[in-house]
């Protein structure tokens, strides 16, 4: 994203395309639903986790089966990058 926005100043031209700006407005917002969902789910398994630790389902938990999850997370420093965006 901050290169695409370093090329948009680059070319002051290129930002008054509404094409551009559609674009632009687009990927903020896929950025900003991901980063919501990688959240949101981050906190439903520390509930979860939580919820299986502490009385009574410490004790019920393991009876039927259940085990904490995993939280989000990239392992990967190429998972991190951000994807390159060319504009041809």
Do not use: C, H, W
Not at 23 to 39: K, P, V
Not at 65 to 76: C, I, P
């Amino acid at each position: 994203m901050r290169s695409l926005f370093a090329v948009a100043e680059a070319y002051p031209q290129l930002q008054a395309i509404q094409e551009f700006k559609d674009l632009s407005s687009n990927l903020s917002e896929t950025e900003d639903t991901l980063q919501y969902a990688r959240r949101y789910y981050n906190a439903q398994v520390r509930d979860y986790n939580t919820a299986i630790a502490t009385f009574p389902g410490v004790v019920l938990a393991p009876l039927l089966g259940f085990s904490a999850y995993q939280f989000f997370e990239l392992d990967a420093p190429a998972d991190r990058d951000v994807p390159e965006v060319e504009l041809t």
